[in-house]
Protein backbone atom coordinates (compact mmCIF):
# COMPACT_ATOMS: atom_id res chain seq x y z
CA UNK A 1 0.00 0.00 0.00
CA UNK A 2 1.51 3.18 -1.21
CA UNK A 3 1.80 6.17 1.23
CA UNK A 4 -0.43 7.93 -0.17
CA UNK A 5 1.56 11.20 -0.56
CA UNK A 6 2.75 12.33 -4.19
CA UNK A 7 6.20 13.52 -4.93
CA UNK A 8 5.46 17.20 -4.69
CA UNK A 9 3.43 17.22 -1.33
CA UNK A 10 6.89 14.99 -0.24
CA UNK A 11 9.36 18.18 -1.83
CA UNK A 12 6.96 20.76 0.38
CA UNK A 13 7.27 19.04 3.18
CA UNK A 14 11.48 18.61 2.93
CA UNK A 15 12.23 21.65 1.44
CA UNK A 16 13.07 24.82 2.70
CA UNK A 17 10.16 27.12 1.72
CA UNK A 18 10.27 28.45 -1.70
CA UNK A 19 13.70 26.87 -2.76
CA UNK A 20 12.52 24.09 -4.91
CA UNK A 21 13.21 24.86 -8.96
CA UNK A 22 12.80 22.01 -11.57
CA UNK A 23 15.28 21.05 -13.64
CA UNK A 24 14.41 21.26 -17.51
CA UNK A 25 12.89 17.96 -18.55
CA UNK A 26 14.76 16.24 -21.28
CA UNK A 27 13.12 15.53 -24.69
CA UNK A 28 10.62 12.84 -24.87
CA UNK A 29 12.13 9.68 -26.13
CA UNK A 30 11.82 8.93 -29.90
CA UNK A 31 9.57 5.52 -29.28
CA UNK A 32 7.53 6.14 -25.82
CA UNK A 33 5.74 2.62 -26.15
CA UNK A 34 9.23 0.55 -27.35
CA UNK A 35 6.46 -2.66 -27.49
CA UNK A 36 3.28 -1.06 -28.86
CA UNK A 37 1.86 -2.49 -25.34
CA UNK A 38 -1.81 -2.45 -25.69
CA UNK A 39 -3.61 0.66 -24.00
CA UNK A 40 -0.23 2.19 -22.45
CA UNK A 41 -0.52 5.35 -23.98
CA UNK A 42 -4.23 5.72 -22.60
CA UNK A 43 -2.72 4.69 -19.04
CA UNK A 44 -0.50 7.13 -19.26
CA UNK A 45 -2.97 9.72 -20.06
CA UNK A 46 -4.57 8.84 -17.18
CA UNK A 47 -2.11 8.51 -14.87
CA UNK A 48 -0.91 12.45 -16.09
CA UNK A 49 -4.92 13.56 -15.64
CA UNK A 50 -5.09 11.95 -12.26
CA UNK A 51 -1.31 13.14 -11.04
CA UNK A 52 -0.47 16.00 -12.53
CA UNK A 53 2.65 14.89 -13.51
CA UNK A 54 4.17 13.66 -17.21
CA UNK A 55 6.38 11.13 -15.37
CA UNK A 56 6.66 9.17 -12.56
CA UNK A 57 9.47 11.21 -10.98
CA UNK A 58 10.16 15.22 -10.56
CA UNK A 59 13.39 16.42 -10.32
CA UNK A 60 15.14 19.33 -9.46
CA UNK A 61 17.28 21.62 -6.96
CA UNK A 62 16.39 22.86 -3.43
CA UNK A 63 17.74 23.35 -0.17
CA UNK A 64 17.01 21.53 2.98
CA UNK A 65 17.73 22.79 6.33
CA UNK A 66 20.23 25.35 4.50
CA UNK A 67 22.12 23.04 2.17
CA UNK A 68 21.10 22.52 -1.58
CA UNK A 69 20.74 19.43 -2.84
CA UNK A 70 19.45 17.82 -6.42
CA UNK A 71 16.12 16.06 -5.10
CA UNK A 72 14.40 13.22 -7.07
CA UNK A 73 10.89 13.08 -6.07
CA UNK A 74 9.09 9.88 -7.20
CA UNK A 75 5.45 9.75 -7.59
CA UNK A 76 3.93 6.48 -7.10
CA UNK A 77 0.47 7.70 -8.22
CA UNK A 78 2.12 7.81 -11.90
CA UNK A 79 1.99 3.96 -13.22
CA UNK A 80 3.23 2.67 -9.54
CA UNK A 81 6.11 4.85 -9.44
CA UNK A 82 7.44 2.24 -12.12
CA UNK A 83 10.73 3.07 -13.83
CA UNK A 84 10.84 3.50 -17.44
CA UNK A 85 13.15 4.80 -19.99
CA UNK A 86 11.58 8.77 -19.80
CA UNK A 87 12.34 8.38 -15.92
CA UNK A 88 15.73 7.18 -16.56
CA UNK A 89 16.24 10.38 -18.76
CA UNK A 90 15.08 12.00 -16.06
CA UNK A 91 17.02 10.59 -13.25
CA UNK A 92 20.41 10.49 -15.74
CA UNK A 93 19.63 14.01 -16.15
CA UNK A 94 19.61 14.89 -12.69
CA UNK A 95 23.40 13.65 -11.66
CA UNK A 96 24.80 15.36 -14.28
CA UNK A 97 23.42 18.23 -12.96
CA UNK A 98 24.32 17.60 -9.77
CA UNK A 99 27.46 16.70 -11.04
CA UNK A 100 27.75 20.13 -13.02
CA UNK A 101 27.05 21.74 -10.11
CA UNK A 102 28.81 19.95 -7.09
CA UNK A 103 25.66 19.21 -5.43
CA UNK A 104 24.75 16.32 -2.80
CA UNK A 105 21.71 13.61 -4.56
CA UNK A 106 18.88 13.35 -2.42
CA UNK A 107 16.23 10.74 -4.16
CA UNK A 108 12.85 10.26 -2.58
CA UNK A 109 12.08 6.67 -3.70
CA UNK A 110 8.16 5.11 -3.89
CA UNK A 111 8.39 2.62 -6.69
CA UNK A 112 7.17 -0.83 -7.64
CA UNK A 113 10.35 -1.88 -9.74
CA UNK A 114 10.48 -1.54 -13.66
CA UNK A 115 7.54 -0.61 -15.96
CA UNK A 116 6.72 -3.78 -17.59
CA UNK A 117 4.41 -2.04 -20.37
CA UNK A 118 8.47 -0.94 -21.80
CA UNK A 119 9.95 -4.10 -21.63
CA UNK A 120 13.83 -4.85 -21.42
CA UNK A 121 14.08 -1.20 -22.14
CA UNK A 122 12.88 -0.10 -18.83
CA UNK A 123 14.90 -3.15 -17.22
CA UNK A 124 18.30 -1.62 -18.47
CA UNK A 125 17.18 1.80 -17.05
CA UNK A 126 18.57 0.42 -13.79
CA UNK A 127 22.41 0.56 -15.36
CA UNK A 128 21.78 3.90 -16.49
CA UNK A 129 20.95 4.32 -13.03
CA UNK A 130 23.40 2.89 -11.50
CA UNK A 131 26.25 4.58 -14.03
CA UNK A 132 24.92 7.77 -12.50
CA UNK A 133 25.43 7.28 -9.41
CA UNK A 134 28.53 6.26 -9.70
CA UNK A 135 30.06 8.79 -11.91
CA UNK A 136 28.55 10.58 -8.72
CA UNK A 137 30.21 8.49 -6.26
CA UNK A 138 33.88 9.38 -8.24
CA UNK A 139 33.21 12.72 -8.02
CA UNK A 140 32.93 12.92 -4.36
CA UNK A 141 29.07 14.14 -3.91
CA UNK A 142 27.40 12.12 -1.27
CA UNK A 143 23.86 10.60 -1.91
CA UNK A 144 20.81 10.19 1.06
CA UNK A 145 18.32 8.31 -0.70
CA UNK A 146 14.74 8.51 1.47
CA UNK A 147 12.70 5.38 0.62
CA UNK A 148 8.89 5.67 1.31
CA UNK A 149 6.31 2.99 0.86
CA UNK A 150 6.19 1.05 -1.02
CA UNK A 151 10.14 1.36 -2.30
CA UNK A 152 10.72 -2.34 -3.99
CA UNK A 153 12.57 -3.79 -7.41
CA UNK A 154 15.09 -1.77 -8.91
CA UNK A 155 14.48 0.85 -7.72
CA UNK A 156 15.63 -0.36 -4.06
CA UNK A 157 18.58 -2.32 -5.44
CA UNK A 158 20.16 1.02 -7.10
CA UNK A 159 18.83 4.42 -5.81
CA UNK A 160 18.08 3.63 -2.29
CA UNK A 161 20.10 0.18 -1.48
CA UNK A 162 23.10 1.61 -3.26
CA UNK A 163 23.17 5.80 -1.89
CA UNK A 164 25.40 6.26 0.63
CA UNK A 165 23.66 6.72 3.29
CA UNK A 166 19.76 5.67 3.62
CA UNK A 167 17.02 6.43 5.81
CA UNK A 168 13.43 4.75 5.67
CA UNK A 169 10.03 6.46 6.63
CA UNK A 170 8.29 4.36 9.28
CA UNK A 171 5.79 1.75 7.89
CA UNK A 172 7.37 0.80 4.75
CA UNK A 173 6.99 -1.82 3.10
CA UNK A 174 10.95 -1.85 1.32
CA UNK A 175 12.87 -5.16 -0.24
CA UNK A 176 13.73 -6.23 -3.94
CA UNK A 177 11.06 -8.38 -3.91
CA UNK A 178 7.12 -6.93 -4.49
CA UNK A 179 4.51 -8.28 -2.29
CA UNK A 180 3.28 -10.16 -5.09
CA UNK A 181 6.09 -12.06 -6.42
CA UNK A 182 7.62 -12.97 -2.65
CA UNK A 183 7.88 -16.92 -2.09
CA UNK A 184 4.89 -18.56 -0.39
CA UNK A 185 5.34 -17.83 3.49
CA UNK A 186 8.14 -15.41 3.29
CA UNK A 187 8.35 -13.45 6.87
CA UNK A 188 6.69 -9.96 6.16
CA UNK A 189 8.52 -8.26 8.54
CA UNK A 190 11.74 -8.71 6.42
CA UNK A 191 10.00 -6.58 3.68
CA UNK A 192 9.82 -3.98 6.32
CA UNK A 193 11.63 -0.40 7.53
CA UNK A 194 12.42 -1.90 10.53
CA UNK A 195 13.35 -5.34 9.34
CA UNK A 196 15.53 -3.53 6.91
CA UNK A 197 17.40 -1.69 9.75
CA UNK A 198 17.68 -4.81 11.76
CA UNK A 199 19.38 -6.21 8.35
CA UNK A 200 21.58 -3.65 7.91
CA UNK A 201 20.43 -2.03 5.19
CA UNK A 202 18.96 1.16 6.13
CA UNK A 203 20.61 3.55 8.43
CA UNK A 204 17.92 5.08 10.31
CA UNK A 205 14.00 5.33 10.45
CA UNK A 206 13.08 8.38 10.52
CA UNK A 207 9.27 10.05 11.21
CA UNK A 208 8.41 12.34 8.37
CA UNK A 209 8.07 15.62 10.55
CA UNK A 210 11.66 14.95 11.30
CA UNK A 211 13.08 14.09 7.68
CA UNK A 212 14.08 17.55 7.14
CA UNK A 213 16.20 18.03 10.31
CA UNK A 214 17.46 14.95 9.55
CA UNK A 215 18.55 14.98 6.21
CA UNK A 216 19.75 18.64 7.03
CA UNK A 217 22.40 17.44 9.74
CA UNK A 218 23.94 14.17 7.40
CA UNK A 219 23.88 16.60 4.02
CA UNK A 220 25.48 19.42 6.52
CA UNK A 221 28.43 16.76 7.69
CA UNK A 222 29.07 14.94 4.31
CA UNK A 223 29.79 18.45 2.40
CA UNK A 224 32.42 19.52 4.36
CA UNK A 225 35.44 17.60 3.17
CA UNK A 226 38.53 18.67 4.89
CA UNK A 227 42.53 17.80 4.81
CA UNK A 228 43.71 17.80 8.19
CA UNK A 229 43.36 14.81 10.81
CA UNK A 230 41.13 14.13 14.02
CA UNK A 231 42.87 15.38 16.79
CA UNK A 232 43.26 12.83 19.23
CA UNK A 233 41.01 12.83 22.20
CA UNK A 234 41.26 13.67 25.61
CA UNK A 235 41.48 10.81 27.89
CA UNK A 236 38.70 10.63 30.03
CA UNK A 237 39.69 7.48 32.56
CA UNK A 238 43.10 7.50 34.95
CA UNK A 239 46.04 9.45 34.02
CA UNK A 240 48.50 7.66 35.96
CA UNK A 241 50.71 5.06 34.33
CA UNK A 242 50.18 1.36 35.16
CA UNK A 243 53.29 -0.47 36.84
CA UNK A 244 53.01 -4.10 35.63
CA UNK A 245 51.54 -5.14 32.66
CA UNK A 246 49.18 -7.41 34.48
CA UNK A 247 47.48 -3.78 36.06
CA UNK A 248 47.24 -2.64 32.47
CA UNK A 249 45.05 -5.55 31.36
CA UNK A 250 42.95 -5.07 34.51
CA UNK A 251 42.46 -1.59 34.21
CA UNK A 252 41.54 -2.17 30.45
CA UNK A 253 38.88 -4.81 31.58
CA UNK A 254 37.33 -2.24 34.39
CA UNK A 255 34.22 -2.13 34.12
CA UNK A 256 33.95 1.66 35.40
CA UNK A 257 36.20 2.59 32.62
CA UNK A 258 35.26 4.74 29.75
CA UNK A 259 33.90 3.30 27.01
CA UNK A 260 32.91 4.35 23.04
CA UNK A 261 30.00 6.32 23.70
CA UNK A 262 31.65 8.44 26.30
CA UNK A 263 34.83 9.20 24.11
CA UNK A 264 32.16 9.74 21.55
CA UNK A 265 29.87 12.73 23.53
CA UNK A 266 32.71 13.96 24.75
CA UNK A 267 34.53 14.95 21.43
CA UNK A 268 31.40 16.00 19.04
CA UNK A 269 28.76 18.51 19.09
CA UNK A 270 26.61 15.92 17.39
CA UNK A 271 26.55 12.53 15.29
CA UNK A 272 24.88 10.96 13.02
CA UNK A 273 25.38 7.14 12.65
CA UNK A 274 25.97 4.99 9.51
CA UNK A 275 24.56 1.39 10.73
CA UNK A 276 25.07 -2.08 8.65
CA UNK A 277 27.49 -3.58 6.51
CA UNK A 278 25.17 -3.53 3.90
CA UNK A 279 25.20 -7.55 3.90
CA UNK A 280 22.50 -8.60 6.28
CA UNK A 281 24.45 -7.58 9.46
CA UNK A 282 24.71 -5.23 12.35
CA UNK A 283 27.45 -5.26 15.50
CA UNK A 284 26.11 -3.01 18.10
CA UNK A 285 29.52 -3.05 19.43
CA UNK A 286 30.86 -1.60 16.39
CA UNK A 287 29.89 2.26 16.59
CA UNK A 288 30.64 4.39 13.17
CA UNK A 289 28.96 7.68 11.50
CA UNK A 290 30.00 11.59 11.11
CA UNK A 291 29.91 13.86 13.53
CA UNK A 292 30.88 17.70 14.16
CA UNK A 293 33.77 18.70 16.30
CA UNK A 294 34.96 22.10 16.60
CA UNK A 295 32.82 23.03 13.61
CA UNK A 296 34.66 20.66 11.39
CA UNK A 297 33.29 17.05 10.00
CA UNK A 298 35.45 14.01 11.39
CA UNK A 299 33.85 10.25 10.42
CA UNK A 300 34.23 7.87 13.29
CA UNK A 301 34.43 3.96 13.68
CA UNK A 302 34.69 3.07 17.48
CA UNK A 303 34.88 -0.35 19.19
CA UNK A 304 32.77 -0.98 21.82
CA UNK A 305 34.64 -3.29 24.07
CA UNK A 306 32.82 -6.32 22.51
CA UNK A 307 34.98 -9.22 20.25
CA UNK A 308 34.34 -7.61 17.15
CA UNK A 309 31.94 -9.69 14.39
CA UNK A 310 32.45 -9.86 10.62
CA UNK A 311 29.59 -6.81 10.26
CA UNK A 312 31.14 -4.97 12.11
CA UNK A 313 34.54 -4.76 10.56
CA UNK A 314 32.33 -4.81 7.11
CA UNK A 315 30.35 -1.41 8.61
CA UNK A 316 33.80 0.39 9.62
CA UNK A 317 35.48 -0.55 6.15
CA UNK A 318 32.12 0.69 4.39
CA UNK A 319 32.58 4.04 6.61
CA UNK A 320 36.11 4.41 5.52
CA UNK A 321 35.93 3.89 2.25
CA UNK A 322 32.93 6.36 1.99
CA UNK A 323 34.83 8.91 4.04
CA UNK A 324 37.46 8.52 1.75
CA UNK A 325 35.16 9.51 -1.04
CA UNK A 326 33.97 12.35 0.76
CA UNK A 327 37.40 13.57 1.55
CA UNK A 328 36.85 13.41 5.54
CA UNK A 329 39.02 12.42 7.88
CA UNK A 330 38.23 9.66 10.06
CA UNK A 331 38.69 8.84 13.90
CA UNK A 332 39.11 5.25 15.14
CA UNK A 333 38.18 4.18 18.51
CA UNK A 334 40.34 0.51 19.36
CA UNK A 335 38.66 -1.68 22.40
CA UNK A 336 38.22 -4.95 22.03
CA UNK A 337 39.36 -8.49 23.54
CA UNK A 338 40.00 -9.48 19.65
CA UNK A 339 37.49 -10.35 17.01
CA UNK A 340 34.57 -12.92 17.34
CA UNK A 341 36.15 -16.27 16.98
CA UNK A 342 32.90 -18.54 17.46
CA UNK A 343 31.64 -20.46 14.40
CA UNK A 344 29.10 -18.23 13.36
CA UNK A 345 31.84 -15.65 12.57
CA UNK A 346 33.74 -17.74 10.69
CA UNK A 347 30.79 -19.15 8.54
CA UNK A 348 30.24 -14.96 8.04
CA UNK A 349 33.63 -14.37 6.55
CA UNK A 350 35.79 -13.13 9.59
CA UNK A 351 39.08 -13.73 7.55
CA UNK A 352 37.78 -11.79 4.32
CA UNK A 353 36.26 -8.90 6.82
CA UNK A 354 39.19 -7.72 8.47
CA UNK A 355 41.75 -8.37 6.00
CA UNK A 356 39.25 -5.65 3.95
CA UNK A 357 39.27 -3.31 7.27
CA UNK A 358 42.79 -3.63 7.16
CA UNK A 359 43.16 -2.76 3.25
CA UNK A 360 40.49 0.29 3.69
CA UNK A 361 42.85 1.61 6.36
CA UNK A 362 45.77 0.98 4.61
CA UNK A 363 44.71 2.72 1.02
CA UNK A 364 42.64 5.54 3.00
CA UNK A 365 43.00 8.66 0.72
CA UNK A 366 42.04 10.89 3.77
CA UNK A 367 44.15 11.02 7.37
CA UNK A 368 43.28 7.98 10.09
CA UNK A 369 43.70 9.33 13.66
CA UNK A 370 43.53 6.62 16.20
CA UNK A 371 43.10 5.85 19.92
CA UNK A 372 43.16 2.94 21.74
CA UNK A 373 40.98 3.40 24.52
CA UNK A 374 40.87 -0.17 26.24
CA UNK A 375 41.77 -3.76 24.96
CA UNK A 376 43.84 -4.01 22.02
CA UNK A 377 43.53 -7.39 21.00
CA UNK A 378 45.70 -8.87 18.52
CA UNK A 379 44.74 -8.60 14.78
CA UNK A 380 40.92 -7.96 15.57
CA UNK A 381 42.00 -4.34 17.50
CA UNK A 382 44.99 -3.83 15.07
CA UNK A 383 42.25 -3.73 11.34
CA UNK A 384 41.45 -0.40 12.95
CA UNK A 385 44.63 1.23 13.91
CA UNK A 386 46.17 3.76 11.63
CA UNK A 387 49.76 2.59 10.92
CA UNK A 388 52.29 5.86 12.41
CA UNK A 389 49.05 7.94 13.53
CA UNK A 390 48.21 5.81 16.67
CA UNK A 391 47.95 6.99 20.50
CA UNK A 392 46.84 5.50 23.40
CA UNK A 393 45.41 6.41 26.95
CA UNK A 394 46.76 5.21 30.12
CA UNK A 395 44.40 2.91 31.07
CA UNK A 396 44.83 0.81 27.85
CA UNK A 397 46.56 -1.66 26.78
CA UNK A 398 47.74 -3.09 23.05
CA UNK A 399 49.09 -6.54 22.63
CA UNK A 400 49.82 -9.76 20.23
CA UNK A 401 47.67 -11.98 21.95
CA UNK A 402 45.98 -11.66 25.49
CA UNK A 403 48.17 -12.70 28.44
CA UNK A 404 46.38 -15.96 29.25
CA UNK A 405 45.97 -16.80 25.68
CA UNK A 406 49.45 -16.53 25.60
CA UNK A 407 50.41 -18.63 28.75
CA UNK A 408 47.97 -21.18 27.87
CA UNK A 409 50.07 -21.66 23.96
CA UNK A 410 52.90 -21.52 25.84
CA UNK A 411 52.10 -24.38 28.18
CA UNK A 412 52.41 -22.08 31.65
CA UNK A 413 50.47 -22.42 34.59
CA UNK A 414 47.62 -20.18 35.83
CA UNK A 415 50.28 -18.10 37.91
CA UNK A 416 52.59 -17.21 35.47
CA UNK A 417 50.00 -14.72 33.79
CA UNK A 418 51.56 -12.17 35.45
CA UNK A 419 54.60 -12.59 34.24
CA UNK A 420 53.53 -13.25 30.73
CA UNK A 421 51.91 -10.03 30.78
CA UNK A 422 55.21 -8.42 31.96
CA UNK A 423 57.12 -9.88 28.78
CA UNK A 424 54.83 -9.14 26.38
CA UNK A 425 55.28 -5.15 26.97
CA UNK A 426 51.89 -4.02 26.24
CA UNK A 427 51.68 -1.34 28.74
CA UNK A 428 51.07 2.28 26.76
CA UNK A 429 54.74 3.11 27.89
CA UNK A 430 56.46 -0.01 26.70
CA UNK A 431 54.16 0.74 23.11
CA UNK A 432 55.59 4.46 23.39
CA UNK A 433 58.91 2.72 23.85
CA UNK A 434 58.44 -0.05 21.03
CA UNK A 435 57.43 2.62 18.28
CA UNK A 436 53.96 1.04 18.00
CA UNK A 437 52.02 3.94 18.96
CA UNK A 438 53.13 7.45 19.03
CA UNK A 439 52.50 8.92 22.20
CA UNK A 440 50.01 8.74 25.53
CA UNK A 441 46.77 10.87 25.33
CA UNK A 442 46.44 13.98 27.68
CA UNK A 443 43.41 13.39 30.06
CA UNK A 444 43.41 17.83 29.68
CA UNK A 445 42.97 18.46 26.39
CA UNK A 446 42.32 16.87 22.80
CA UNK A 447 46.17 16.26 20.99
CA UNK A 448 46.71 17.67 17.35
CA UNK A 449 48.03 14.85 15.59
Not at 194 to 218: E, F, H, I
Not at 316 to 338: E, K, M
Amino acid sequence: MADGTGARDVLATVCDPGTFRELPRPAAPERPDPLDWPGYGAARARAADRTGETESVVTGTAGIDGTTAVVIAFEFGYLGGSLGQETGDRIEAAHVHARAQGLPVVPFIATGGSRMQEGMVALTQLQRVARQSALTRAAGLPQIAVVRDPTTGGGWATLGAGADLTLALPGAQIGFAGSRVRPPGADPAAYTALGQLRAGAVDAVVAPDALRAALGRRLHLLTRPSADPAPVPRALGRTDLPVAGRNAVLRARAPERPRAGAYLDAYFTYREELRGDRAGGVDGGMLCGFGEHRGRTIAYAAQCGTATTPAGYRTATRLLRLAGRLGIPVLTLVDTPGAASDAAAERAGAGAAIADLFLAVAEAPVPVTTLVIGEGGSGGALALAAPGSTWVTPDAYFSVIAPEMAAAILKRPPEQVQETADQLHLRPQDLVELGVVRGIASGDVDMIP
